[in-house]
């Protein structure tokens, strides 16, 4: 059984471009969420996905989006990146939808530097 | 009311003794409330949970206390361990919801 794994795992873009995030869930597991994770704070939730539409979202503008594939993976696109989306990103999945009490299993995240 | 307190925010613990974090919410419809372990490079993975039918649950050495008229609860870590030094976030969640509202972190350190 693989865990969840995440690309790239650090990131360094300048104000006003656009990032791209990946993620594989584990296997046997439909439902993904990504978080924000700033320094020194807890996660923040952004949004989540199941089988291949947005299950549910968190307080982030329209420029955060995101995709998942068949296979379960998924994307987290952000535009326009501004100085505050410096953070880690963090992706989760879980084995069934929008049960808020299933254990999320997370991957390493990714390090994403707004310069 | 979506919001979870932790306290600390550090914490500073001799090898071998008790490592205490709390937590505290507003949202009473709140039915689950899990604790994270986090190290340094790593996502945050479960440790233990409880749901408010209980006032204690304890696996090894980490115990959760559950207040529900006070609406707090609080990690405890025994014997504490230089392996433990982590970041701990509580976090609460309902069977209904699809997202984990959590707390801001505590940063410990087991001194050996």
């Known amino acids: 059984e693989t865990g969840v794994t995440q690309s790239p795992t650090h990131l360094i873009k300048t104000r006003g471009q656009q990032v791209t995030l990946r993620c594989s869930s584990q296997?046997?597991?439909?439902?993904v969420s990504w978080y924000q994770q700033a320094l020194g704070q807890g996660p923040q939730f952004i949004f989540q996905y199941y089988r291949e539409e947005e299950n549910g979202r968190g307080n982030f503008p329209p420029r955060f989006s995101g995709l998942q594939f068949p296979n379960y993976s998924s994307e987290l696109n952000v535009n326009a990146l501004e100085l505050d989306d410096s953070a880690l990103y963090l992706c989760?999945?879980?084995?069934?939808?929008?049960?808020?009490?299933?254990?999320?299993?997370f991957g390493p995240g990714t390090r994403l530097t707004v310069l | 009311q979506q919001q979870v307190k932790q306290s600390p925010q550090s914490l500073i613990v001799q090898k071998g003794g008790i490592s205490i974090i709390n937590c505290a919410y507003e949202n009473t419809a709140f039915d689950y409330f899990p604790w994270y372990q986090q190290f340094p490079g790593k996502g945050p993975a479960l440790l233990i949970a409880?749901?408010?039918d209980v006032s204690e649950k304890k696996e090894g050495r980490f115990t959760i206390s559950f207040n529900k008229s006070a609406k707090q609860f609080s990690l405890h870590i025994m014997d504490s361990q230089p392996g433990d030094s982590a970041t701990y976030f509580c976090?609460?969640?309902?069977?209904?919801?699809?997202?984990?509202?959590w707390g801001a972190g505590t940063k410990l350190i087991i001194k050996p």
């Open positions: 409880i749901r408010p």
């Open positions: 296997s046997g597991h439909n439902t």
């Open positions: 989760a999945s879980s084995p069934r939808q929008g049960i808020g009490t299933d254990t999320q299993y």
């Open positions: 976090a609460a969640t309902m069977d209904s919801n699809y997202q984990l509202i």
